[in-house]
């Protein structure tokens, strides 16, 4: 998947936390840590203090190694974890001392995940699976169906609404699941490895979608290894070793 490289603005990574307020940021977090105890008095620290802010309709990549903590800060941003160590503001709202069903919460109304395996409910149809989200948030029958429908026209699957994933291709099951991230116009879309599983044609056909969501003024977050697909981001951020070790804004 070849795209045109962008000239980039590398941004000071050891810029103070106080450079821009967190209320001003759709993401914002401060020293944020996160250390797994492994028994025998063994730590191991999977992200060193990271400070990041993502402002709102930005498109941004995380790239890094395996084992270099950019799935663990994809797990704290989706407020799927909670930090160790360190504050994390998302949406204004200060999350990272919230319990889990607080998280949940947020979870359902601020973030729509895209993730590599599709994550849908084999025995649902298309709609059903876009529904969910709206269901868990208490949004009447009538109003769900209607608000699925549009979700699933907007990445091109009205006509395969009422199919269940068995019957659909892997592109197709990616287009509901982004259909699904969409259904409660949340803050952010969380997409990780979006492109993992599908053929190369398929994957460009999936980040034409997210750019065409990011123009429509979403906010992306896209986790990825693969540096072709982190070239569609307009902001590519690399960890290593639990810190940012570069942030590059392209002109």
Aim: glycine share 6%; proline share 4%.
């Amino acid at each position: 998947m070849e795209k045109k490289m962008a000239t980039a603005e590398v941004l000071p990574i050891d810029r103070p936390a106080t450079w821009a307020a967190p209320d001003s940021c759709m993401i914002s977090t401060e020293d944020l840590w996160k250390t797994y105890d492994m028994g025998s008095e063994q730590q191991v620290h999977a992200l060193r203090g990271v400070n990041l802010r993502i402002h709102r309709n930005e498109y941004v990549a995380i790239m890094g190694p395996s084992g270099s903590g950019k799935s663990t800060l994809m797990n704290l941003i989706g407020c799927l974890d909670s930090p160790s160590k360190g504050n994390y503001w998302l949406n204004g709202q200060l999350v990272s001392e919230l319990d889990d069903d607080e998280l949940a919460r947020i979870r359902n109304k601020e973030i729509g995940f895209v993730f590599q395996t599709f994550n849908l409910l084999a025995r649902a149809t298309a709609l059903h699976n876009v529904e969910l989200p709206l269901i868990y948030a208490g949004v009447p029958a009538e109003e769900r169906a209607q608000r699925a429908k549009a979700a699933l026209t907007a990445v091109g699957m009205e006509d395969r609404m009422h199919h269940k994933p068995s019957e659909l291709s892997g592109g197709q099951r990616q287009r509901v699941a982004i259909a699904r991230a969409l259904v409660n116009k949340p803050s952010i879309i969380l997409a990780d490895e979006p492109t993992g599983n599908l053929d190369s044609q398929t994957g460009l056909e999936i980040m034409a979608v997210l750019d065409r969501l990011h123009a429509e003024g979403n906010t992306i977050v896209l986790v990825t290894h693969e540096h072709d697909i982190a070239e569609y981001a307009h902001r590519i951020i690399s960890i290593r070793d639990g810190v940012v070790a570069k942030d590059e804004k392209k002109r």
